[in-house]
């Protein structure tokens, strides 16, 4: 009886060894695949689960520590305001404590604090030096601010070619803005050789991003027939995308093709609709207005009434919903006359008295094949 617990256990061990094993070489598949695994961020987990708090005690041991991440994590929530009364100098401090122990981030959000005066001294030559060291760390927005500095020339460098090729850094890894200022450097030649078809590409690239002015950009590009095939009805598509959006140029431009009908059905009234809105925006075409000569004057103020109201629906209007599509065989409407009865039928019989031989069934013969 002495020999059977260390053999029960012998037993067991051996059991779970091929597990082991098994988990191991697992692991080091993973590792393989996906890298070593890094610690888990308990702070900046409850950072993106909205306690702000929590993640604050959780990340100042740790930015007291050096800890550069923690620190970048705490001025984040300082500067805006999670959690805690909003302090741009605190967060000013912080940001200068994770700069200065490498973190891309906080270099970058210090330039623009410089840039800006906003917690410390507006000092645009400290915030150029920033962007540039968190530039040739690899953070694609400060490149974007640097190329930009560049094409100022005044707290860097005066180089369009400079410009231009960061610009193109940051294009490359889809920042709208760069994508859009890229674009617009291929289509004018600067910094680099004129590229119409490329510039296009760039503008499109953009304008899929959801940057309002490369929407407008793009669909003049695309009515002209720049650097893409011309495409009216594509146009008058982004150019309404951005009238949606609130763009007053293509507010006042999708007007215009609502009333001569280019790329889209004529719409005298809608038309008149998007004209109110530019109008409100300070933009007045009387181009457009001989355009809408003859609309009528119950349309005009129906739109005017939309345009009041725009992106809501007028209070009492009612929109016109289309039917759905018919799944399936249609039935026959109830109204058919294939579908009356042969014969009034009185769903309460025991209530109206006895029925009558007509309203009475025959009776079924039973000598009669079925």
């Not at 623009?112 to 400290?126: I, K």
């Not at 530039?135 to 400060?142: H, L, N, T």
């Not at 291929?186 to 899929?208: K, Q």
């Not at 027939?225 to 146009?235: M, Y």
């Amino acid at each position: 009886m002495k020999l059977i617990r260390p053999l029960a256990l012998l037993l067991l061990c051996g059991l779970a060894t091929p597990a082991w094993a098994q988990n191991n070489a697992a692991d080091a598949i993973s590792n393989d695949v996906f890298g070593p695994r890094v610690p888990t961020d308990y702070a900046f987990g409850a950072f993106q689960r909205g306690y702000y708090l929590t993640a604050l005690e959780l990340a100042l041991p740790r930015a007291e520590q050096g800890d550069a991440a923690a620190q970048t994590l705490i001025a984040e929530i300082y500067a805006r305001g999670l959690g805690v009364a909003q302090n741009d100098e605190r967060a000013a401090g912080w940001y200068q404590l994770a700069s200065r122990n490498g973190d891309r981030l906080a270099t970058f959000e210090l330039g623009m604090l410089y840039q800006a005066g906003t917690g410390v001294p507006r000092n645009r030559e400290r915030a150029a030096e920033l962007f540039e060291a968190s530039a040739e760390a690899g953070y694609v927005p400060a490149k974007y601010n640097l190329a930009l500095l560049h094409v100022e020339g005044v707290y860097a460098e005066p180089s369009l070619t400079v410009a231009a090729s960061l610009m193109k850094e940051a294009a490359d890894a889809e920042l709208p803005e760069a994508l859009y200022d890229y674009g617009a450097m291929l289509l004018e030649g600067a910094g680099v050789a004129p590229d119409l078809a490329e510039g296009a590409r760039y503008m499109g690239l953009a304008a899929e991003k959801g940057l309002v002015d490369a929407q407008v950009d793009f669909a003049t590009l695309l009515y002209l027939g720049q650097g893409v095939d011309r495409d009216i009805a594509e146009a008058a598509r982004w150019y309404g995308i951005a009238a949606e959006a609130g763009s007053v140029v293509a507010q006042n431009r999708y007007a215009k093709l609502l009333a001569v009908g280019e790329g889209v059905p004529v719409d005298l009234e809608e038309a008149a609709m998007w004209r109110a809105l530019a109008r409100r925006q300070g933009l007045n075409d009387p181009d457009l207005d001989r355009m809408l000569v003859s609309l009528t004057s119950d349309g005009l103020a129906r739109a005017e009434e939309r345009a009041r109201f725009w992106p809501s629906t007028p209070p009492g209007a009612q929109a016109e919903v289309a039917p759905a599509a018919v799944q399936g065989p249609v039935l026959p409407a109830p109204t058919d006359a294939g579908n009356a009865p042969s014969q009034v039928v009185d769903p309460n019989p025991a209530e109206s008295g006895a029925a009558t031989s007509e309203e009475t069934p025959a009776e079924p013969d039973p000598a009669q094949d079925p």
